[in-house]
């Protein structure tokens, strides 16, 4: 079975501060992929970012960075000098290929709060 | 290219009514997912088709609720005799193959009054 575990219920910053989002999952596949999506209030889904467990390479996109670490079984999502427009609720997920297709399998979503 | 579309995008039923949740997956895209969101939760697989095909329906509540994916045309989640448990957000996703990521549609606010 997979589990992902978003520990941060709802983190607040002020603009301009840095964040992370923790997200720690759990599988026995050797093969899998991580995900970030974004849910912004106006509450459709936003494709971030897609890793693979064979790659552990950090990725950053601008302002967004992800730090995957198999040793600790962590995907974690850090924003560089937030912005407003980041209040969202993010969701870490996971895919795993046991049987066949893709389905994911979420954490329960880090609502983040980007004041001025 | 258009995203993932789903209809309607906000839907109200009395209890014991039926309601028909409809997405059409991005061009080119032949698998097709439900989620649902339940207030305060997160997202939960319901199920995974392909063209004319269940695939995985793992997910899905044992009884009262089918999808479809016909030949021609969207896909269907199908609730019949809705309860006031069944009010949530229903997503759709879609993706061009098998291990490819999954583009989500904007959803359908389901409220069972």
């Known amino acids: 079975a997979q589990k992902v575990t978003q520990a941060q219920t709802e983190i607040s910053v002020v603009e301009k501060e840095d964040v992370t989002l923790d997200c720690v999952y759990e599988t026995r596949d050797t093969t899998y992929y991580l995900f970030w999506y974004k849910q912004p209030p106006s509450g459709e889904l936003v494709f971030l970012i897609r890793?693979?467990?064979?790659?552990?390479q950090n990725e950053i996109s601008g302002r967004y960075s992800w730090n995957f670490q198999k040793s600790t079984s962590s995907f974690n999502f850090t924003i560089t000098a937030s912005q407003v427009v980041d209040s969202a609720v993010y969701f870490c997920?996971?895919?795993?290929?046991?049987?066949?297709?893709?389905?994911?399998?979420f954490g329960t979503g880090t609502q983040l709060k980007v004041e001025l | 290219n258009a995203g993932v579309m789903q209809n309607p995008r906000h839907l109200v039923r009395r209890r014991g009514q039926e309601a028909r949740l409809r997405c059409s997956p991005m061009k080119g895209h032949s698998h097709v997912y439900w989620y649902r969101q339940l207030p305060e939760e997160g997202l939960k697989f319901m199920v995974y088709l392909q063209k004319e095909n269940i695939i995985d329906e793992s997910g899905m509540p044992k009884e009262r609720f089918s999808a479809e994916f016909p030949k021609e045309g969207p896909s269907i989640l199908r609730i019949q005799q809705v309860v006031r448990g069944d009010s949530a957000a229903y997503f759709c996703?879609?993706?061009?193959?098998?291990?490819?990521?999954?583009?989500f549609g904007p959803g359908t606010r389901l409220l069972v009054l």
């Open positions: 890793r693979n467990s064979f790659d552990e």
């Open positions: 997920a996971l895919a795993a290929f046991t049987g066949g297709g893709n389905k994911l399998t």
């Open positions: 996703a879609s993706s061009p193959g098998e291990r490819e990521t999954q583009y």
